[in-house]
């Protein structure tokens, strides 16, 4: 089997335990439906099941939904392919169902592996200083504004494990950051502050890294969304390629919270 395949057959595993199935599912042409249950080594993103969620490996769907949903689930299963699943009118029909219980699909999200090992080769003009977790939260948690690189918080089970800076004089100018989404895989997420960007510094501190969290014993991975083409660029130059994409449904109020009820 090729790094990539294991890389692959990993991500099936993690996906598997996620969706309450077998990872032979992500790889099968038919679609499949779970009821949807806590488990040990899920992917840690929600304390409760998730009510309806999707994934997609490039074959057929996986549905995982809570008992009110199944019955909506199944029929969507049998009616249509695992890519018609994804598209915006089914997706509409989701939302649509969704709604009878104050809840809408918030992300769809498309997800990415290293195609390879990396080799680390440093740029000139600026440094790269990693962080390991107790320094994120000492040293990082007060540099505000890396959202997507850091969860700015170190009290939950998934939270920030390793980090990267590219600093110049002195100034950090991007960071990218590793949260432990499940012992299996950990997720990198990245910033750079505006007038560095277009300059190569998100690939590189992305291939970094993830050369790094495979050195922690993990497998880096890494996500974005259709209409974020910047990001999915800088996957790109650093080496990932898309596996699997997944829609995940929350409650409406708190996707949307009314101002009235703050006031």
């Known amino acids: 089997m ?6 692959i057959a ?3 595993t993690q996906l598997a335990s996620d969706y309450c199935c077998n990872a032979e599912d992500f790889l099968s042409f038919q679609n499949k439906v779970t009821l949807a249950r806590k488990a040990e080594g899920q992917r840690q993103f929600k304390p409760e099941p998730s009510f309806f969620k999707a994934a997609l490996m490039g074959r057929g769907a996986v549905i995982t939904a809570a008992s009110e949903m199944l019955e909506f689930s199944s029929e969507l299963a049998l009616k249509y392919s695992g890519a018609e699943i994804f598209d915006e009118q089914r997706k509409w029909l989701i939302n649509r169902k969704l709604a009878e219980y104050g809840k809408a699909i918030a992300f769809n999200s498309i997800f990415y592996l290293p195609a390879t090992p990396y ?8 440094n ?19 959202d997507n690189a850091l969860m700015y918080k170190s009290d939950k089970p998934r939270h920030d494990v390793l980090a990267v800076c590219a600093i110049n004089g002195g100034k950090i100018v991007g960071m990218a950051g590793a ?14 502050v505006p007038e560095y960007r277009n300059m190569g510094i998100g690939s590189e501190l992305v291939s970094a890294l993830t050369q790094a969290v495979f050195m922690h014993g993990a497998i880096p991975y890494y996500s ?7 990001s999915q660029n800088t996957a790109r130059r650093a080496g990932y390629y898309p596996v699997w994409t997944e829609l995940d449904a929350f409650d409406i109020d708190k996707l949307f ?3 009235a009820a703050n006031g």
């Open 128 to 146: 790269l200083k990693f962080y390991e977790e107790e320094e994120i939260v000492r040293e990082l948690y007060n540099v505000k504004g890396f």
């Open 179 to 192: 949260s432990n989404d499940s012992a299996l895989l950990w997720q990198i997420g990245i910033d750079v």
């Open 2 to 7: 090729t790094f990539k395949n294991e890389l």
């Open 257 to 259: 919270p009314n101002p």
């Open 10 to 12: 990993s991500a099936a």
């Open 224 to 230: 974005t969304w259709g209409g974020n083409v910047a």
């Open 119 to 126: 080799k680390y080769t440093a740029r000139d003009g600026f």
